[in-house]
């Protein structure tokens, strides 16, 4: 199952603008290659400080270790990708709080739906009850599709007609402190950064629900189009901002160029920013915990 993913995640990365596996031909390590490395660093996404600080960490891995040939280049640039994606590397703690309150955040089409259905499953799969409080109050469609799909897969879902999404969101954690859940996830509706009042709104949503329990929500997860490129980093501040991020998902790894961005992501910050978990693909199973090697050696080649 591993292979299947990882293939698709590879393939994913590998698309046109991420050459990086292009440019090891096997000649020599001179500076017309490392200028071509660090060129094809930035194009693929991983943006111009982290690839000048990669290209520093290599010139001097290449110095102190006499690397000689590119394949040997190759095996440290994996490395020091490996090393700078290691501190991203997180996972829920589901024993910290109970219930653990997780809300979602993130622009419309991120693939936040699709992950709540993921992460819904994977919830389900470790035993545990989950509430879902449905947030997003703007669309009536939406919240009915929701129900039904909450009855289908057996978990509870909260929401409100022409409801206040702050409101629903409190008195769902109330609703699952009482209940005894295990995790209640409060999705909330897609915005833009640009969307000020949205954004505000946000804001709200996230500090009414330490009023209904102590320190929630435990976990204020971004779901990230992985797509995005750079883009990626303006959102993760402005969600941030409103939202107190405590962490990403990232997803469609397994359709992008652009994955690169991961590592302009975890040198943007002096905290790398948590990833707890990658979207690979549309279907509810395509959802990993992300490991920084198996990137590292995905975007590499
Ligand atoms: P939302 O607006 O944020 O709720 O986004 P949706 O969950 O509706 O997803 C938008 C589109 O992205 C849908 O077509 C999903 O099937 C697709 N999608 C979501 N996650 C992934 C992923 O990990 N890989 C791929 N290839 N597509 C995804």
Same mark, same amino acid.
């Given at each position: 199952e591993k292979t299947g993913w990882f293939?698709?995640?590879?393939?994913?990365?590998k698309k046109t603008q991420v050459n990086l596996v292009g440019i090891f031909t096997g000649g020599v390590v001179d500076e017309a290659f490392l200028e071509e490395l660090e060129f094809q660093l930035i194009a693929s996404d991983v943006g111009v400080e982290a690839s000048a600080k990669i290209l520093d960490s290599l010139r001097d891995r290449i110095k102190l270790k006499g690397l000689k040939t590119q394949d040997e280049v190759k095996v440290a640039l994996k490395e020091i990708i490996a090393e700078l994606l290691k501190p991203c590397e997180a996972s829920l703690d589901f024993d910290a709080h109970n219930p653990l309150v997780i809300m979602m955040c993130g622009v419309n089409g991120a693939g936040k739906t699709t992950t709540i259905g993921k992460l819904a499953k994977h919830f389900s799969?470790?035993?545990?009850?989950?509430?879902?409080?449905?947030?997003?109050?703007?669309? +009536?469609?939406?919240?009915?599709? /929701?129900?039904?799909? #909450?009855?289908?897969? @057996?978990?509870?879902?909260?929401?409100?007609?022409?409801?206040?999404?702050?409101?629903?969101?409190?008195?769902?954690?109330?609703?699952?402190?009482?209940?005894g859940m295990d995790i209640v996830m409060v999705d909330?509706?897609?915005?833009?950064?640009?969307?000020?009042?949205?954004?505000?709104?946000?804001?709200?949503?996230?500090?009414?629900?330490?009023?209904?329990?102590?320190? +929630?929500?435990?976990?204020?997860? /971004?779901?990230?189009? #992985?797509?995005?490129? @750079?883009?990626?980093?303006?959102?993760v501040k402005a969600f941030d901002e409103a939202a107190k991020l405590t962490g990403l998902i990232i997803t469609k790894l397994?359709?992008?160029?652009?994955?690169?961005?991961?590592?302009?992501?975890?040198c943007s910050r002096e905290n790398p920013i948590p990833i707890y978990y990658i979207g690979v693909g549309e279907t509810i199973d395509d959802l990993q915990t992300f490991n920084a090697d198996e990137f590292a050696a995905a975007l590499v080649g």
């Open positions: 293939a698709r995640l590879k393939k994913g990365l799969l470790m035993n545990k009850r989950v509430l879902l409080a449905a947030a997003d109050t703007f669309r +009536a469609a939406a919240r009915e599709q /929701l129900a039904v799909w #909450g009855e289908r897969n @057996q978990i509870e879902v909260i929401s409100q007609d022409k409801g206040d999404p702050a409101s629903v969101a409190y008195e769902s954690i109330v609703s699952g402190k009482k209940k909330t509706a897609g915005r833009l950064p640009t969307q000020t009042n949205l954004m505000n709104e946000l804001s709200r949503i996230q500090r009414v629900q330490g009023k209904a329990m102590e320190g +929630a929500p435990h976990a204020s997860i /971004l779901v990230l189009d #992985g797509t995005n490129g @750079q883009n990626a980093l303006a959102q397994d359709g992008t160029a652009k994955g690169g961005v991961l590592v302009a992501l975890a």
